[in-house]
């Protein structure tokens, strides 16, 4: 090897059965391979070292102090004859100029270097960025993942430039880099696989419960849906046709049939225009709720404009139904405010989005506490205070409902502000000052005060009863600890 020859110093090589296991220049060692290869640290492209050209020597033409002390490398770097080599600067580099760069490497000592644990670094490196890619990128959107996958490959690069410049050391790129990418697509791909499933599904499930916009809402955020059941503040709201079975005794099932899913898909449209959930329909009946999955504000609120909205369109379809020879249908409507669970329950095999809790149970009992006044929208105390400035509302009663310990106020839905006229106004006054006197047991006053409700809202049901309650407590008053509770012994 010229540089040993320059230096003077032998060179030795150790083998074994397995390779080279060392190359020396004196007590230099060289960083070789078991194959007795080695890194080249190039200068530069071509002609970073002087070319001469023999016949320039031949001619005498070149300068002595061109070759004086120095070491010279005699061979051919025509293209023609076949002496060319792939480097990492150029794609046809002299084989010749290539022996050059080693001699400088072993002259100066500036090797590049792969020690052993460079093995154990290259691992390392494709470890870390395997865990902090699967980390990171299923929990960040697309951009946000490419630029934390471009992020680690940049700084991996720059490390191995650092290395490579400062250290000579030389990190492996390929593997680290194609395990980067290979996670970034896996992780990538799987995830737009699974948030197209989960589109699916929510909008599967909820398509036939929620208003198409509600659904759209759920799938751009689904952090908002938790399935198995969480505890929200809700309006539960219940409704039921009146002497519903009459009716369907009465007509044909077909017919039957027709005109029960008309009035079914007519108030599920008002429902879902206020972006309520349906629960359920059971028979004629609708369970629905407000504030769940999607977080609604003015839950209660918007629970009574849509009690009202339904009574309304009810009106006009009678009407219609009216012409068309069908019967007449009313409807009863129980609404409450309050904490309730929601969420998917059922078995394993059968699951129903839906409600259970104190505030449902109330809804329920409201709905049938309307047949006691003859009205058709009762409302609980915590919806009546979130709603007082949407609708008109008047108390109605305090009751002890069946299976209900704690007594419970109720409140008629009377319309909106401008659908309640001067007449109604006053009526509902009257049956306020009534009330008072009933639960200060002044039965006459309040006798009087119920028939004064009668004169300007006739055969209005909840004066009538009260004026019932008034005559026989006159006769047979309550005991002594009666707190103006009326304890009701049907649902």
């Not at 993942?145 to 940049?154: E, K, N, R």
């Not at 589109?199 to 399935?227: C, G, M, T, W």
């Not at 009716?247 to 017919?255: F, G, I, N, Q, Y």
């Amino acid at each position: 090897m010229p540089a040993a020859a320059y230096l003077e110093q032998p060179l030795a090589i150790e083998v074994n059965r397995d390779g080279v296991v060392s190359e020396t220049i004196g007590s230099m060692s060289l960083p070789v391979n078991r194959f007795g290869q080695m890194e080249v640290n190039y200068r530069g492209r071509e002609r970073s070292f002087p070319h001469v050209p023999v016949t320039d020597i031949l001619r005498g033409e070149a300068s002595p102090d061109l070759l004086r002390d120095k070491i010279v490398l005699v061979g051919v770097t025509a293209i023609g004859v076949y002496d060319l080599r792939v480097t990492p600067f150029e794609n046809n580099f002299p084989g010749l100029e290539i022996h050059a760069n080693v001699v400088d490497n072993v002259l100066s000592g500036e090797f590049l270097r792969r020690p052993e644990w460079m093995a154990a670094a290259d691992t390392a490196a494709i470890l870390f960025s395997v865990i902090l890619l699967g980390f990171a990128l299923p929990r960040t959107g697309a951009g946000a993942g490419t630029l934390i996958t471009a992020g680690l490959a940049a700084a991996y690069l720059l490390l191995a430039q650092y290395l490579f410049s400062a250290r000579g050391l030389l990190l492996n790129l390929v593997y680290p880099l194609s395990m980067m990418l290979v996670m970034y697509i896996v992780i990538t791909v799987y995830g737009y696989f699974l948030e197209t499933r989960q589109k699916r599904f929510i909008r599967d499930a909820f398509s036939h419960y929620l208003a198409p916009a509600v659904v759209e809402r759920l799938i751009e955020s689904p952090e908002n849906l938790v399935l198995g059941g969480e505890e929200r503040v809700i309006t539960a709201f219940f409704s039921d046709l009146q002497g519903f079975t009459s009716v369907a005794e009465s007509m044909k099932p077909a017919l039957l049939v027709n005109l029960l899913n008309e009035f079914l898909t007519e108030m599920t449209d008002i429902i879902h225009r206020y972006e309520g959930t349906v629960d359920k329909f059971e028979g004629d009946a609708i369970i629905a709720f407000f504030g769940a999955p999607n977080p609604l504000k003015d839950h209660g609120r918007i629970a009574c404009r849509v009690a009202v909205d339904m009574q309304k369109r009810l009106a006009v379809l009678r009407r219609i139904w009216r012409d068309q020879g069908r019967p007449d249908l009313r409807m009863r409507i129980g609404i409450c405010s309050g904490p309730a669970v929601v969420g998917n329950m059922g078995s394993k095999t059968r699951m129903d989005y839906t409600m259970i809790g104190d505030t449902v149970n109330t809804a329920s009992r409201l709905e049938g506490l309307n047949k006691i006044y003859g009205i058709d929208m009762l409302i609980s105390e915590t919806t009546a205070r979130a709603a007082e400035d949407t609708v008109v509302i008047r108390e109605i009663d305090a009751i002890s409902a069946v299976g209900k310990r704690k007594p419970v106020t109720v409140y008629q839905i009377m319309g909106y502000p401008e659908d309640v006229n001067a007449s109604v106004r006053e009526g509902i006054r009257y049956y306020e000052e009534g009330l008072g006197a009933y639960r200060s047991r002044n039965w006459e006053e309040a006798l009087a005060c119920f028939q004064k409700t009668l004169e300007f809202i006739p055969d209005d049901g909840p004066a009538l009863v009260m004026s019932e309650r008034c005559r026989a407590y006159r006769i047979t008053p309550p005991e002594a600890d009666w707190r103006g509770v009326f304890a009701a012994r049907r649902k």
